[in-house]
């Protein structure tokens, strides 16, 4: 009995290391070790092929030198909705690291090339579907905790230590460039066709207060910029809509207001100013035009019911001397006023009643009160010869016929008659005594 002991404790001896084990064998942790030893040794080694087990659990880094299939961490207190999204690889850490960190460092020695700290890719192969390339989420809180207050934000940062940036625009990036480019954010397209919307702010069940919002510290030359060429651009560079229940644009002025600065400038490709509005809110244009859309009372309104000196139009001529004129109404009267705007010498009640400090057109009228249109006077004298004379008008004398007028003469050399003949609108004939001298007087138009 004893010899046949001896013979199976030397049989066990002898069996190698990668002896296979009996059902219900209990094993002593050596020979677990041993085992495992065969294939992935316990102070670190290559595995070579490849290994699927329920869960995974990396105390410090993992290094993976061909594809990474799957990897999934349990995320408290959300696992299950970070889990519903069907995530291939889910990776969380505590509150002092990052979860998932990609780098690169481009040192030249791959020659010209594109290399990706993180690479998101999705293809979107089914109609009417939709697809991520890459997607990120922060949550304040979680649906179910309670309420917490801080900032949570999806962040594209840039580090520039190389020097100050190029504002070359649009900036040169191509391989060899000598600038220092340090874009934020860059969004492309590609492929056979042009792509739909750069940049989209969606909507799903909430909204953003404010949809973008540049801080005042974070641009030094251009807040916002819309390039174009003279060849290359946009149909429309930027449009604003409103629902017509608020405003479409407001152009405010934080620091004080200085009326020589423009908030808002019309420009030419050579830069020269052709209209603008300054921050006090006057307008300078260079040629104006006014299309009246349909009917109505006015076309262009100048509204000043506070200002004392009424609704004025500065009108800036080129004469050598007092070039300058102004039309207002004031006080109920359509003026216009002198260079130097310290008189108004015509003004023009709304009954027509036409008062003038300098020398002015009288109205003439018919005798049922009919206004004359354009009229003008003639006045002169003439001597008789042999009881007759011909007066030829010329100029601004000129009247449009021989009835479009009047004449009236007086004998100023004696006490006799004058008989006056309108023969056209340039001639008129004076028939009188002998060699006297006759004063007339014309009217009409």
């Not at 890459?134 to 520039?160: K, L, M, P, R």
Request: glycine share 12%.
């Amino acid at each position: 009995m004893l010899k046949r002991l001896l013979s199976a404790l030397l049989l066990l001896a002898s069996l190698p290391a990668f002896a296979q084990f009996t059902p219900g064998q209990v094993l002593t942790a050596a020979q677990l070790n041993t085992q495992f030893a065969t294939k992935l040794p316990i102070a670190g080694g290559t595995l070579t092929g490849p290994l699927t087990v329920p869960s995974l659990s990396i105390a410090s880094a993992a290094t993976f030198g061909s594809t990474f299939r799957s990897l999934q961490y349990t995320l408290t207190p959300g696992a299950t909705q970070t889990q519903a999204y069907g995530g291939r690889v889910l990776v969380t850490s505590g509150p002092t690291d990052n979860a998932i960190v990609g780098a690169i460092v481009q040192d030249g020695t791959n020659g010209n090339s594109f290399p990706t700290g993180v690479t998101g890719y999705g293809m979107m192969n089914n109609a009417g579907n939709q697809a991520f390339g890459v997607f990120g989420q922060c949550d304040i809180g979680y649906s179910g905790g309670a309420a917490v207050a801080g900032t949570c934000s999806n962040e594209f940062d840039t580090f520039n230590y190389s020097g100050a940036p190029s504002t070359q625009l649009p900036p040169n990036m191509a391989f060899g460039t000598s600038q220092v480019n340090a874009i934020g954010l860059q969004i492309d397209a590609y492929g056979n066709y042009a792509s739909s919307i750069g940049l989209m702010l969606g909507y799903s069940s909430q909204a953003f207060s404010t949809g973008i919002y540049l801080n005042p510290q974070s641009s030094t030359v251009n807040g916002i910029l819309v390039d174009a060429t003279s060849s290359n651009g946009p149909t429309t560079s930027a449009e604003i809509r409103n629902s017509g229940a608020g405003v479409n644009l407001n152009l405010l002025t934080a620091g004080t207001t200085t009326t020589a600065n423009p908030v808002l400038q019309v420009m030419n490709s050579s830069r020269a100013v052709k209209a603008s509005i300054n921050q006090g809110g006057a307008a300078t244009l260079t040629g104006l035009q006014l299309n009246e859309p349909s009917n109505s009372q006015y076309t262009l309104m100048v509204n000043a019911p506070s200002d004392s000196n009424g609704a004025v139009i500065a009108l800036v001529g080129n004469g050598a001397t007092t070039p300058n004129k102004y039309l207002r109404a004031s006080s109920g009267n359509f003026q216009i006023c002198n260079s130097a705007y310290s008189a108004c010498p015509l003004s023009v009640s709304d009954a027509g009643n036409i008062s003038t400090t300098g020398t002015g057109t009288m109205p003439l009228y018919g005798t049922t009160g009919t206004a004359v249109n354009a009229p003008h006077m003639v006045t002169g004298t003439v001597a008789l010869a042999s009881g007759t004379a011909t007066v030829t008008l010329s100029g601004s004398a000129v009247f449009t016929s021989s009835s479009s007028y009047a004449c009236t003469a007086n004998d100023t050399t004696a006490a006799a008659a004058v008989k006056v003949g309108q023969t056209s609108g340039t001639s008129i004939t004076f028939t009188g005594t002998s060699t006297d001298t006759v004063q007339f007087s014309c009217a009409g138009n």
